[in-house]
């Protein structure tokens, strides 16, 4: 069972940055994709971006531009780096990975982490 751990979050200014970290407890080899969503209140959760092992990334369209997620499968992390942040951008990030199998994928998540943006 591979536990997700992030840190990073926290109080910051608009148009800062923040960079929010996700350790495996093991290989992340496996994984594929990996990425993050996040939870704004009383808003449905936004898949926010996404990395495939070999560095192939997707963003939602929200965040094209400001964001950047990476991967280091040797250091079993993934990192969303979140540039020019908006009030918009608040709310609990979460770590995901999913492990492909013969049918449905394994998910695994993280505890989350808060981002909030102050305008």
């Known amino acids: 069972q591979v536990q997700l751990v992030e840190s990073g979050g926290g109080l910051v200014q608009a148009g800062g940055s923040v960079t929010l970290s996700c350790v495996a407890s093991?290989?992340?080899?496996?994984?594929?994709?990996m990425g993050w969503y996040r939870q704004a209140p009383g808003k449905r959760h936004e898949l926010v971006a996404t990395?495939?092992?070999?560095?192939?990334?997707n963003y939602a369209d929200s965040v094209k531009g400001r964001i950047t997620i990476s991967r280091d499968n040797a250091k079993s992390t993934v990192l969303l780096q979140m540039n020019n942040l908006k009030p918009e951008d608040t709310g609990v990030y979460y770590c995901?990975?999913?492990?492909?199998?013969?049918?449905?994928?394994?998910?695994?998540w993280g505890q989350g982490t808060q981002v909030t943006v102050s305008s």
């Open positions: 995901f990975a999913e492990k492909p199998t013969d049918y449905v994928p394994r998910e695994y």
């Open positions: 093991g290989s992340i080899l496996g994984f594929n994709p």
């Open positions: 990395v495939t092992p070999g560095g192939d990334t």
